[in-house]
DNA sequence: ATGCTTTTTTACCAATTGGTAAAGATACGA
DNA sequence: TCGTATCTTTACCAATTGGTAAAAAAGCAT
């Protein structure tokens, strides 16, 4: 009688269903693959429905519409895609644990290409759902680890950099290979790509970084 | 009697009346502000006609179509996207063209933020009215350059680099400040981020590539 | 002014969109 | 096996979408 899985569940599911588990695990699956490809609004309540083989009410049933799928997508996605920074380890080499965070952010963009690509659409289209939660979370994040690598370039165990600026650099050069895959795809054979990648970008960060 | 304006124009324009110049004008700068925020299929005409200052039927009298104003603006963007890599001079000392390179894209990001946008949105869909474009006109482009500057390696004047990696982390250093402008905006102050962003720019690719 | 072309508006579509109501089917504990 | 709660389908909407037909309004050369 209490049919969880839409209403505004306050407390997020007490218990679901086997089948509860499986369809929404379907439901966002799908949502992922329609959403990063062709934006929020882009998308399609048809094309999500088509692509996890259930019909459009049966989704609508677990889900509270449209922009509820996007947005769970979308705290799903902020705890995975900011975990690599959070583990960071401040007590680590600075030089090996930057070089780490550079291969583990594009071994995630190898790996989960419609994850980034769903966060870049969100970002280019001006964050409108995620703005807040990136104020909240990713910013308190990237303070905390810019002021870590400063003290690390103060102890002199790294080269003198901006430290935002150099989370911007790796992110937008690891996360190309992901967003840009189209573009890259024409421009070189893919077999190369990714140790291509690899080395390139270890070499790059690496002789930036090292005093 | 003949309305060139939409009809399709094999050779395009013969002549255009000063109001045709001038509307299409106006919808396509209009088309670049709404395409480059909600992608393709996220647009509409009524926000394009909206933003033009003109009602949507006038809009298909200049336009074929939604499809139309997007391809011209894609075309035009092309040549503009392109031209600094065409510039990259194989006479100059390498570093220093490869510096300006650099230059001259983030300004662009910063000149052009939309227009950066409007690209990535149709790359991020999987490049579909772009992508023929990007094999017959980038890809030679990139060929050319890429033989250049490993011609250049092998000179001694520069470090060893793969060449296309180095393309494409040019790319998406310098296009990260337009694509991203709404993450970078929560994580840093905007007065700061342009010469930041340069001073930064200039210290990482002058390092890689400094023998 | 006149007659012609170019431009703009008004009044529409047919298709697609996100979403709903309610009946029907299925699972599942007693 | 029965009753209840969960899940799914069918049959719809109202709003929005890209696009059209055709009349009305400007321009403009003579």
Redesign the pocket.
């Known amino acids: 009688?209490?049919?969880i899985?839409g209403d505004a569940a306050p407390t997020e599911d007490i218990t679901m269903?086997?089948?509860?588990l499986r369809?929404r695990g379907r439901i966002l699956d799908a949502a992922l693959e329609v959403f990063s490809k062709h934006g929020f609004r882009g998308?399609?309540?048809?094309q999500i429905a088509d692509e996890a083989g259930?019909?459009?009410?049966?989704i609508?049933?677990y889900f509270e519409?449209?922009?509820d799928i996007h947005v769970t997508l979308l705290d799903q996605l902020m705890d995975r895609w900011l975990a690599p920074l959070r583990e960071v380890d401040p007590e680590g080499d600075p030089l090996e644990e930057l070089m780490r965070y550079v291969h583990r952010k594009l071994e995630m963009s190898q790996e989960f290409p419609r994850e980034s690509r769903l966060f870049a659409n969100e970002i280019l289209q001006g964050a409108p759902r995620i703005g807040p939660h990136l104020k909240r979370d990713l910013h308190p994040l990237v303070e905390r680890t810019a002021a870590l690598i400063q003290r690390w370039i103060d102890a002199g165990a790294l080269a003198p950099v901006d430290p935002r600026h150099l989370i911007f650099s790796i992110w937008a050069t690891t996360q190309h290979y992901a967003d840009f895959e189209a573009q890259v795809g024409v421009l070189m054979d893919s077999t190369e790509v990714h140790s291509g990648a690899r080395a390139h970008l270890d070499a790059l960060f690496r002789r930036m970084l090292t005093p």
Chains 1, 2 share one sequence.
């Open positions: 009688m209490q049919h899985p269903s086997r089948i509860q369809n998308a399609t309540l048809d259930l019909s459009k009410p049966n609508l049933y519409g449209k922009e």
